[in-house]
């Protein structure tokens, strides 16, 4: 892509489009141009920590590791290991580049990762149904239903309602009866 091409693209809605450009000499030349209009650009495949520096002296918005291709090029989770390095070099130069994680296969990595300061990922869909799958929520969830169920909280059809809830939630708190006198519907 050309720059023009990415000067158009920017220029249909500067709030949401952001360049996305490869961590190689003539990628950050087409940044170092787009960057003096303005344009939000990430830099993409960086598998080192002093490609961060670059992304960050061009003032690129992300720099985009690989998290998972890095761990097998590397081996031994050294790609964990090179990640967290480039969290810092950004955080001791307060540095506006965030990292986007890319290639991120599990959510314990994930996790890890934002407890050294990352807060952008991008996951698949494996990964995101992963976060709403973790087990104790999910039979918390059923506990909470069959309690629901118990206290009447759900109608005949099995659904339970705002009103329901709301009215069985006011009397457990002493806010309202369980008569139906409550202000939600």
Known sequence: MGVSVALDLFGMDPSLVVVKLPCTLEGFQAAALLRESNVRVTMTGIYSASQVMLAQAIGAEYAAPYLGRMNDAYGNNQG??????????????????RLLVASVRDTTSMASLA??????????????????AVSYTLDAVEQFEASARRMGAYEQDGGATTSTLFRHSAAYQGNGSSSGQSGAS
């Open 80 to 97: 964990f290991t090179e990640t967290v390095e480039m969290q810092r070099i950004l955080k001791a130069h307060q540095a506006k580049t």
């Open 115 to 132: 407890a050294e300061g990352c807060d952008t990922f991008t996951i698949s869909p494996a990964v995101a149904g992963k976060l709403f």
